[in-house]
């Protein structure tokens, strides 16, 4: 168990508006990460964080921004929401040689 | 073509049953590679990493074939808990991961 928790858990939003998911982490992992995970496609990444303030894009970024502004915390942020945004989020930390994954946000944009 | 490819069955067995995926990826610049193990509705959780000698965990067998670019999990003595989506994953020595789709294993009485 590495410590990891995703806030809120599940989630419904309207179109236009914006949305924070939020991961939090005891075990002071330097990197952090955040996919999503929709039917027919694997976990693709959409930000990570190498460190406090350090942050860089995955293959899936648009729509979205990251702040980790501590160790502990990194967010993910829907400028504005749209329906192609409704998905499973997951927050990973650790090493790539072993990712611990959070128990993951459901999110629907109606 | 997708970066890592895998059958998504599901492959329905008998406890006690040994069963095998396949997993293919199409960058031969791949450095690392695992196995996650996905419960449904659940989050994915490292089953083992693949080592090119190949690596055994119980019942579990891991064999990497760099030459025709596929790795392969093997579980033997199914048990009813084993039934879950295996997802194959890849890293090309980036700070990234690569996931598969999964491949979806269901073990039946």
């Known amino acids: 168990d590495a410590g990891i928790t995703q806030s809120p858990r599940h989630k419904v939003t309207e179109t236009g508006t914006p949305v924070t998911l939020r991961c939090h982490q005891t075990?002071?992992?330097?990197?952090m990460y955040w996919y999503r995970q929709d039917p027919g496609h694997g976990l693709r990444l959409i930000h990570y964080s190498y460190g406090v303030k350090d942050t860089d894009k995955g293959e899936v970024s648009d729509g979205y921004s990251v702040s980790r502004s501590k160790t502990e915390d990194f967010l993910l942020t829907l400028e504005s929401a749209t329906s192609s945004q409704t998905s499973v989020y997951f927050c990973?930390?650790?090493?790539?040689?072993?990712?611990?994954f959070g128990p993951g946000t459901r999110l629907t944009v109606t | 073509r997708k970066e890592v490819e895998q059958d998504p069955g599901p492959f329905n067995v008998p406890e006690g049953a040994t069963v095998a995926f396949n997993c293919t990826y199409s960058n031969s610049a791949s450095q690392s590679f695992f196995w996650y193990r996905q419960d449904c509705r659940k989050e994915p959780k490292l089953l083992m990493s693949v080592y090119s000698s190949g690596n055994e965990d119980g019942r579990f067998t891991a064999q990497l074939n760099r030459a025709s670019q596929y790795i392969s999990l093997l579980i033997r003595d199914s048990k009813l808990s084993d039934s879950a989506t295996y997802l194959c994953?890849?890293?090309?020595?980036?700070?990234?991961?690569?996931f598969g789709t999964g491949t979806r294993l269901q073990v039946f009485p």
């Open positions: 990973a930390v650790g090493p790539l040689t072993e990712q611990y």
């Open positions: 075990e002071n992992h330097r990197y």
């Open positions: 994953v890849v890293n090309y020595n980036t700070d990234k991961l690569i």
